[in-house]
């Protein structure tokens, strides 16, 4: 297989980042001048956006329980530029996705029960670390659990 067509095996199963597709050509024996110019043709012909790898992926991870910061921080990994992160935000809102405060409050009602919540100091500061470690800010977090524990 040449290194565009093994490129595009790739990209026809999900979507990539341009240093995402240049890391796994090279890893599969693929030189680094070929695999930069098949990333550079899969771009080219539309084949390869990492505008729409970066809404994929946040769509991806917001659907998993992730929150906006631990996004954020793994799109920067595949090295996007800011205007494709917000982009990616943009089409989270756009999609009515993009409530993290639901979605926080959703995570937290399929985990803990509001009950023992109200009840437990302990099991509040284990909702709001879990919260914390999905990547939710601390306001979105502590108002959860208030939340949570109210209802």
């Keep these: 297989m040449t290194p565009a067509q093994r490129a595009l095996s790739l990209l026809v199963r999900r979507e990539h980042s341009q240093l995402e597709l240049r890391r796994k ?3 599969k024996g693929v030189e680094t ?3 930069d110019a098949a990333v550079e043709r899969m771009t080219r012909e ?3 956006d990492d505008a729409r790898f970066a809404a994929s992926l946040a769509r991806s991870r917001a659907g998993n329980g992730y929150g906006p910061l631990r996004i954020e921080a793994e799109l920067a990994m595949h090295q996007l530029d800011s205007a494709q992160v917000a982009a990616a935000f ?3 809102d ?3 996705e993009g409530d993290w405060q639901a979605r926080a409050c959703d995570l937290l009602a399929r985990r803990y029960d ?3 919540l109200q009840a437990d100091p302990a099991l509040r ?3 709001v670390d879990f919260l914390l470690r999905r990547g ?3 306001e979105v977090a502590y108002a959860a659990v208030r939340r949570l524990r109210e209802a």
């Design 46 to 48: 539309g084949w390869q």
């Design 125 to 127: 500061r284990k909702a």
């Design 114 to 116: 509001g009950a023992a």
């Design 25 to 27: 050509l090279v890893a």
């Design 90 to 92: 943009e089409a989270l």
């Design 33 to 35: 001048e070929d695999a």
């Design 136 to 138: 939710f800010g601390g």
């Design 94 to 96: 756009e999609d009515g």
